[in-house]
């Protein structure tokens, strides 16, 4: 790789990758009230995700926000029987968000990847490094 390609040994996007890591780290410092807001790893990466989503300019804010306001009040009047879980409607509503705008219009390659992904054994792939955080450090404040 040239000089411009490659600054100090960071991959091209790295800094982007390591911006991004840093601005959720921030969000879930702030979220009020507890101390480990994921119970799941799933819920810290589809938070990830909406945030990212959002990043990259495939919605509004607000149109989440309402997305999930409205799952939330679909639970409450009694139209799901599954037991309360915050992110079960974050991640319903990133789902509805994300399909109003157009980003899940491609629904056989998500059906396609989504089978893969369901068909892989949950222990695969250890011995490969992965470059995705498992855990988020506490930020210092």
């Not at 790893?41 to 926000?65: C, D, I, K, N, T």
Request: charged share 25%.
């Amino acid at each position: 790789m040239s000089g411009a390609e490659e600054h100090d040994g960071i991959r091209p996007g790295a800094t982007e990758l390591g911006d991004a890591r840093r601005r959720v780290e921030q969000l879930i410092c702030d979220i009020p009230g507890t101390d480990k807001p994921f119970d799941e790893p799933w819920e810290l990466r589809a938070f990830a995700m909406a945030v990212a989503a959002y990043h990259e300019g495939h919605y509004e804010w607000s149109e989440f926000q309402l997305s999930l306001i409205r799952s939330i009040q679909r639970w409450e009047s009694g139209e799901g029987d599954e037991p309360w879980s915050y992110y079960l409607h974050w991640l319903e509503a990133l789902e509805t968000t994300l399909a109003s705008s157009g980003a899940l219009s491609d629904s056989a390659a998500l059906d396609d990847r989504t089978r893969q992904v369901l068909a892989t054994p949950r222990n695969a792939n250890h011995h490969e490094a992965h470059r995705e955080p498992v855990a988020i450090a506490p930020a210092l404040r």
